[in-house]
């Protein structure tokens, strides 16, 4: 029973209690009264009826009676737990069989609500498709902002097809194939969330769909919009740079005209400051940092040294200035009759809700009387030191999101009527080679599949294709017999690929005193480089020459069994939504490096992800390392010096080719001895 249905329960007998005879206070009589307690009460039957059958929720635009809108989620809590559901329905306990189901838009599917299999609540919706790439959505215009914020689109979904997917939704339609998260074909339930970012206006929305034509079934219950469930909270405050001069004998001074905050002019004598982060300096030597590019956030600034004034009978403020406006007062200085230096510290904290470009943070002054003049550094040892340091913290606490592995994995076997595999070995000993022929009615029958399909490759070799999902690591296995025709012979077998490069170890077996078949278990690992279909064989040899091979109890009713299995499926890093990383919900890929492209050669990058490249002149070909990303990234470069105007990307043509180049001023290739490139693209 949820919180709110029971705190309704308990304002209905506090209300009996104080009301006995208020013939127009009707309660909820399941669970609480009986007929005699309200015969007891001077209450009529009639108006013991249950109270949720006849009170209308109409908050957060519903429009249901209070039973429906628990039974349904719409109130409680919603279907994950902890969030504000913004789905009406989303258990599908409104309405009786039918399509669509109550407040969901269906097409190209036939759509039943069905007791058959439950996740929660009463009945769930059945999708059945026949060659149709069915979608089932609600969608959900907020009366509130949600921009920035991180929402969940989840359904819990049963289905044993391969293609089923939750989508996330904006405007009416899916947000693409990175907002989509495919539904392990386990024939179990499966809680699928999608997370994406609150668009600026607009509708969002979750929808139940496939990635291609299918036939099939798929059960959909207890689904979730609203504010992500499944996110964490980390903490992103940083110290994003500090600026230190030396300033020695040497000050800032400024005598205002008046009693407000005045900059303090430029002072050559000061020596250049010491940054660190991403902090600049301004062209001359001024009492303030430079941040080049600001995220929308709070920035909290702090200036440390010596702040006075420098004649008596003096007040000094100060404060951070940001080009709009100053930071609160800080009184460093407050003198009698005698000159001093106050406070050390000057703190000021700024708020932005848009990203900033050169963002500079100034220290001023004021002083009353207005005609005292201010200092910045005493200037009385030659190891005086002033510094500026800036703290930077989100606009809100960001949330990570660790993204959900779907497991890919396949198993099932070879059969035939009668027949085996079989092949003569070559001519020379311990030669690895094909079998020529296969049984005459061979079948690969699947008996689990998620996420990975496989099918039968060929009738004359021990061979399967499988589809993987992602680019990765793959392990494949085959359990099978192996027979030679001659005893005291040693065979082998081992599992390639399709250009028979070979994946695992070789499979020794030997017959010691008679011919026949012995177990045969070749595996390997295969590293997909992206996603796609990719072709895998059993192949053999044997000791001794042209020996008759076979492979494959004859007419066995699983000849051979195969598993296939993602080994990879590590659990990422955080991806970080909103302000720092990027705002899809899938593995986003982000490289940097600099590169002297008079030689064409490397000077740093960000871990291993250029794996060579060569070129001269201004004119480089970047070669990416296979696998750092699974389709062609977005790319940008700029030039670090004067030796090259222009720093252009063309192309580039591919995942794992980057051409670079830099050009002068007319478009003829010219040498840069300090070029940075970033890419970012799906991992």
């Known amino acids: 029973m949820s919180n709110f249905k029971k705190v309704l329960q308990a304002l209905a007998i506090i209300a009996l209690a104080v009301a006995p005879s208020a013939e127009a206070s009707k309660i909820q009589q399941q669970g609480i009264v009986t007929s005699s307690d309200c015969t007891t009460r001077g209450i009529s039957n009639a108006s013991c009826l249950p109270l949720d059958t006849q009170v209308y929720v109409t908050a957060n635009g519903l429009n249901e009676t209070l039973n429906a809108a628990i039974a349904a989620g719409s109130i409680g809590g919603g279907s994950s737990g902890g969030g504000v559901q913004l789905l009406s329905n989303p258990g599908f306990e409104i309405g009786s069989t039918g399509a669509p189901p109550a407040s969901w838009t269906l097409s190209s599917a036939t759509g039943t609500l069905s007791t058959a299999q439950i996740y929660a609540g009463a009945q769930s919706e059945l999708l059945t498709i026949s060659a149709q790439t069915p979608v089932l959505s609600q ?97 992103q405050s940083q110290l994003i740079g500090t600026s230190l001069w030396a300033t020695g004998l040497n000050y800032w001074t400024v005598t205002p005209g008046t009693t407000a905050y005045t900059a303090f002019p430029a002072n050559a004598s000061i020596p250049a400051p010491t940054l660190t982060g991403v902090l600049t300096q301004p062209a001359t030597r001024l009492p303030e940092v430079i941040i080049p590019s600001a995220a929308p956030g709070t920035y909290y600034v702090v200036a440390n040294g010596s702040f006075l004034c420098s004649s008596v009978s003096c007040n000094a403020w100060m404060s951070f200035y940001d080009g709009t406006s100053n930071s609160v007062d800080n009184m460093t200085s407050y003198t009698g009759g005698t000159t001093g230096v106050g406070s050390g510290t000057v703190i000021g904290t700024f708020t932005y809700t848009t990203p900033q470009t050169n963002l500079t943070f100034s220290v001023q002054g004021r002083v009353l009387p207005a005609s005292k003049a201010i200092d910045l550094g005493d200037g009385s040892t030659s190891g005086e030191t002033f510094g500026i340091s800036v703290y930077y913290f989100p606009s809100q606490a960001q949330t990570a999101n660790t993204i959900q592995t779907t497991a890919a994995s396949w198993s099932g076997y070879h059969s035939a009527a009668s027949g085996s595999f079989t092949m003569t070995s070559s001519g020379t000993a311990n030669t690895i080679t094909d079998f020529t022929s296969g049984p005459g009615t061979l079948v690969l029958n699947t008996r689990t599949s998620n996420n990975i399909t496989c099918t039968n490759n060929s009738t004359t070799f021990p061979s399967i294709s499988c589809t993987f999902p992602k680019q990765g690591r793959y392990r494949i296995d085959a359990s099978t017999s192996l027979a030679d025709t001659t005893t005291t012979t040693s065979i082998q077998t081992v599992l390639t690929d399709s250009s028979n490069n070979v994946l695992g170890g070789s499979n020794y077996q030997y017959n010691s005193t008679t011919a026949g078949f012995v177990a045969s278990s070749p595996y390997g690992y295969f590293n997909a480089p992206s996603a796609g279909t990719y072709s895998f064989k059993i192949r053999a040899a044997s000791n001794g020459t042209s020996q008759a091979l076979s492979l494959g109890s004859t007419g066995a009713a699983d000849m051979i069994d195969w598993s296939v299995m993602a080994v990879d499926q590590g659990f990422p890093g955080p991806i970080l939504y909103g302000t720092v990383s990027s705002t899809t919900s899938g593995q986003e890929h982000v490289e940097r490096a600099r590169i002297n492209t008079s030689g064409c050669t490397i000077l740093s990058q960000s871990g291993s992800w250029i794996s060579s490249i060569s070129g001269s002149a201004g004119n480089c070909t970047i070669t990416l390392t296979t696998g750092e990303f699974s389709a062609t990234p977005s790319c940008v470069a700029s030039v670090s010096d004067s030796g090259g105007a222009i720093a252009a990307i063309t192309g580039p043509s591919s995942s794992t080719n980057l051409p670079l180049l830099t050009l002068n001023g007319s478009g003829t290739p010219q040498n840069d001895t300090n070029t940075s490139i970033m890419c970012m693209g799906p991992h």
């Open 139 to 235: 969608d959900f215009t907020p009366t509130q902002p949600l921009t920035g914020i991180n929402l969940e689109a989840s359904c819990h979904v049963l289905t044993t097809l391969t293609t089923a997917q939750v989508c996330a939704r904006e405007a009416g339609a899916s947000l693409g194939s990175s907002y989509c998260v495919s539904v392990p074909s386990t024939g179990n339930w499966q809680y699928v969330p999608v997370n994406f970012v609150g668009p600026a206006s607009g509708s969002i929305g979750v929808q139940v769909t496939t990635s291609a034509s299918a036939t099939g079934t798929i059960y959909v219950d207890n689904c979730y919009l609203g504010p992500a469930t499944n996110v964490s909270q980390v903490s």
